[in-house]
T-cell receptor, first 114, second 113 residues
Framework: AQSVTQPDIHITVSEGASLELRCNYS??????LFWYVQSPGQGLQLLLK??????LVQGIKGFEAEFKRSQSSFNLRKPSVHWSDAAEYFC????????????FGKGTRLHILP | DAGVTQSPTHLIKTRGQQVTLRCSPI?????VSWYQQVLGQGPQFIFQ???????GRGNFPDRFSARQFPNYSSELNVNALLLGDSALYLC????????????FGNGTRLTVT
């Protein structure tokens, strides 16, 4: 069965500092991989996705993620965070070429210090 | 263009009651999916409907049901509500094709007392 682990429940970084959010997945083959962001009271917004090809994926808002097959990881990075990046971040996996069922991790809450 | 719209935004129900949540997809999207997000957890897949047919179902009891209408809007019904059904219910729409991204609404916050 597919699963997603986000080991950090909360992360606090200073504004302007770099960010890395960790994500590990369990799946028999290469899945589709996603990062979503959720601001309080809002739905989910897709930051980026990986289906195949280049393992370094660029997304919106200056985020990027790197797929590492050997480590079953898909970590999210940003070189310099802004106060508006404070939100909950979800890593997710899906079965390639199948339905719209996405398996989400439990999320990482990002706090930004001024 | 309007995004995915859900109604109502908030709802309070009593145990044992029934509830209907509504979702209007983005224009041109033929697929609607429903997710349940309990506080402190990631969303969990409930259903997907594509062209009015059920395409996928998550691990939820039969108290949960859904349907999709000819205009591609959708309803999620939950019968015999339990306290544990309290959650944010998210609707997402897509074109329903391979690699089509999901677009989420802001959700309906259901509180069961």
């Amino acid at each position: 069965a597919q699963s997603v682990t986000q080991p950090d429940i909360h992360i606090t970084v200073s504004e302007g500092a770099s960010l890395e959010l960790r994500c590990n997945y369990s799946y028999g083959a290469t899945p589709y991989l996603f990062w979503y962001v959720q601001s309080p009271g809002q739905g989910l917004q897709l930051l980026l996705k990986y289906f195949s090809g280049d393992t370094l994926v660029q997304g919106i808002k200056g985020f990027e993620a790197e797929f590492k097959r050997s480590q079953s990881s898909f970590n999210l990075r940003k070189p310099s965070v802004h106060w508006s990046d404070a939100a909950e971040y979800f890593c997710a996996v899906a079965r390639p070429n199948r339905d719209d069922k996405i398996i989400f991790g439990k999320g990482t809450r990002l706090h930004i210090l001024p | 263009d309007a995004g995915v719209t859900q109604s109502p935004t908030h709802l309070i129900k009593t145990r044992g009651q029934q509830v209907t949540l509504r979702c209007s997809p983005i224009s041109g999207h033929k697929s609607v999916s429903w997710y349940q997000q309990v506080l402190g957890q990631g969303p969990q897949f409930i259903f997907q409907y594509y062209e009015k047919e059920e395409r996928g179902r998550g691990n939820f009891p039969d108290r949960f049901s859904a349907r999709q209408f000819p205009n591609y809007s959708s309803e999620l019904n939950v019968n015999a509500l339990l306290l544990g059904d309290s959650a944010l219910y998210l609707c997402a729409s897509s074109l329903g094709q391979v690699n089509s991204p999901l677009h989420f609404g802001n959700g309906t916050r259901l509180t069961v007392t």
